[in-house]
Each structure stands twice: as C-alpha cells, then as structure tokens.
C-alpha cells in the first residue's frame, strides 16, 4: 500500500523568501505523486503532478517539485513566497489498485510572514 | 466547462440521525470519489463510483454509502451519524479514473454532528 509523509506540520517564511515543503512517499509500485493547495475554508486544488514523465514537474503559481527515486521525495519548492501563498499544502500519491483513489499525508501549513 | 459542485455547503445533524450530500462531476467525467476530512487533517479516501458502480472502498463502515446516477453526479449517504462523523466531505471528479487522471475537487460540505 502507497503511504506519504509530510515533514514539518508548519513552515514559516518570510516573503521573498524560498518555499520548501517536503514530502516522501512509500510505494510498491511507480508512483503518482500530486500536490494539492487547499485554502481556508475551500475544497483543493491542484498545484502539479508527476506521471513518470520528467523528473521536475512545473506547477501553477510558481511551484515546482521534483521526483528523486533515490530519495522517495517529491518535495514542494516556490524560489520566492508571496503573502497569497498562506494556505495548507498536500502531497498524495494514487494509489495502483482498482480505484484509483488518493492517499494524503497529513498537510502543511504555510505561513508567510511581511 | 463547469467545475465540481457540492450541496449543501454546510449542514448541522444530530447524532443519529442520516444525512445525504450530493456533488455534481466536472462535465465528461465519469468517476467520482469521496473524502472525509477531519479538522486539521489531510482527506481520507471513503469510496469511488465509475460508470454508477462502485470501484473501490477505503476503511469506513457500511453506515457510508452512495450512489452514482447516469448523469454521473453522486450522493454520499451517511447513516446513524456519530460525533466523530464531524469533517469536510470533498467529493472529487476525474476523467477516467486512471492512476495519472487528475481528480478535481469541489468546494466541499462542512457537516456538524452535534
């Protein structure tokens, strides 16, 4: 069964500053890896996503995440933080069975400070 | 093209009692699956309609159930509603269902068990 970790429950950065959220993910099989985006009060939206094509996946918004077998990483990064970025942030991987549903790590929240 | 779109967007039950929450698929997708979400927590997967059938169930008892109409909008039906029942319900869309599908999520129904 696919699992994902995600370090660090809440990041701070300042604006301007670089963004990273880590994610790690444990898969049996080659993994699809999303990250989603979810507002307050919002449902989610999704940021990129990694399909075994290349290995640096751009997203919206200026994100972008790499895949690193090696590793089982697929960590967020943004080069510079905008105060709209402030939202919580999931990694998910899908899973290989017959329903293809999503298995989520437990989030991020991302601040970011004036 | 319409997105995702769920009803009610908020709803207080008591425990007990059984609750129905409905979304509406993105146009031309023809599966949808559901999320719970508990405060502070990252979606859990519920289960997964394609073409009305049910294709697959994550770790939640039988007193959540659904449908899938051929218009392939959807209904999560939960029964004997218990205060841990309390989270976000996220229903999400996707094309096909594949593993490198996208699901697009709605906006979510906030339901209270008090």
């Known amino acids: 069964a696919q699992s994902v970790t995600q370090l660090g429950s809440h990041v701070s950065v300042s604006e301007g500053a670089l963004v990273l959220l880590r994610c790690n993910y444990s898969s049996s099989v080659p993994p699809y890896l999303f990250w989603y985006v979810q507002y307050p009060n919002q449902g989610l939206q999704l940021l990129l996503k990694?399909?075994?094509?290349?290995?640096l996946v751009k997203g919206i918004n200026g994100f972008e995440a790499e895949f690193k077998k090696s590793e089982t990483s697929f960590h967020l990064t943004k080069p510079s933080a905008h105060m709209s970025d402030a939202a919580e942030y999931f990694c998910a991987v899908s899973d290989d069975g017959s329903a293809r549903q999503l298995t989520f790590g437990s989030g991020t929240q991302l601040t970011v400070l004036p | 093209e319409t997105g995702v779109t769920q009803s009610p967007t908020h709803l207080i039950k008591t425990r007990g009692q059984q609750v129905t929450l409905r979304c509406s698929s993105q146009?031309?997708?023809?599966?949808v699956s559901w999320y719970q979400q508990a405060l502070g927590q990252g979606p859990q997967f519920i289960f997964q309609y394609y073409r009305e059938e049910e294709n697959g169930r994550g770790n939640f008892p039988p007193r959540f159930s659904g449908l899938q109409f051929p218009n392939y909008s959807s209904e999560l039906n939960v029964n004997a509603l218990e205060l841990d029942d309390s989270a976000l319900y996220l229903c999400a869309s996707s094309l096909t269902g594949l593993r490198t599908d996208t699901q697009y999520f709605g906006p979510g129904t906030r339901l209270t068990v008090l």
């Open positions: 146009s031309g997708h023809n599966t």
């Open positions: 990694y399909t075994s094509a290349a290995t």
